[in-house]
């Protein structure tokens, strides 16, 4: 799986960083993907993280 944000619609909320901190990392206006192809055992919390993303900004692309 491959994780990937819209910076466009991302505006910083942090909601996928409380989500999976592992993965992401909130900015003042933008997150940033510390791991972009997270392992298997984490995708719980990498879907909870595209699911409470109040601007949808993310999503996951499977490989």
């Given at each position: ?28 206006d933008a997150v940033t993907i510390l ?29």
């Amino acid at each position: 799986m491959r994780v990937v944000v819209d910076l466009d619609l991302c505006q910083g909320h942090g909601m996928c960083e409380l989500e999976a901190p592992d993965i992401f990392e909130a900015g003042r206006d933008a997150v940033t993907i510390l791991n972009e192809n997270p392992d298997e055992s984490q995708r719980a919390e990498v879907e909870a993280a595209v699911r409470f993303c109040p601007t949808q900004a993310l999503k996951i692309v499977e490989e």
